[in-house]
């Protein structure tokens, strides 16, 4: 009998609620990614014992070149995709220092929240661009 996405093991995975004069930074998932072309607040998964601040700090800084600070956790939401399950763990972040250099996505935007209904988002990233969008999490 084949497992259910939902049986498999849940990898905790970070991810950046960052901005920037009102704008969130946006990332797109690149061609042979199973999540190709959809757009997600970049960050990554926990390594170990690895705490979820840490994680999205050498995320942001081996994707994209940059250092973060990262506050306070603004979400979580635990989604089940055929190949993985994941609880994402949302912070919001603050771009500290570095010049955007992609090394794991195809593309990057800034964005303002009444813009982010144009970009296709990853399932798992969905609530939190519904929660920007109703005001339950500010910029």
């Not at 797109?28 to 840490?54: H, M, N, S, T």
């Not at 303002?112 to 296709?120: A, K, N, Q, S, T």
């Amino acid at each position: 009998m084949k497992k259910k996405a939902e049986d498999k093991p849940l990898t905790r995975v970070t991810a950046a609620i960052m901005a920037n004069d009102g704008k969130l930074f946006v990332a797109r998932r690149p061609a042979g990614d199973p999540l190709a072309g959809k757009w997600e607040f970049p960050g990554g998964k926990i390594q170990g014992l690895e705490p979820p601040e840490a994680c999205l700090m050498r995320e942001m800084r081996e994707e994209f070149n940059i250092q973060v600070a990262v506050a306070e956790r603004v979400g979580v939401n635990v989604f089940h995709y055929p190949h993985i399950s994941v609880e994402l763990l949302a912070y919001r972040t603050t771009w500290q220092s570095g010049e955007i250099t992609l090394r794991a996505h195809d593309a990057f935007a800034w964005v303002g929240i009444r813009e982010l209904g144009r970009y296709d988002f990853s399932p798992a990233d969905m609530p939190f661009v519904d929660k920007l969008q109703g005001g339950e999490i500010e910029l």
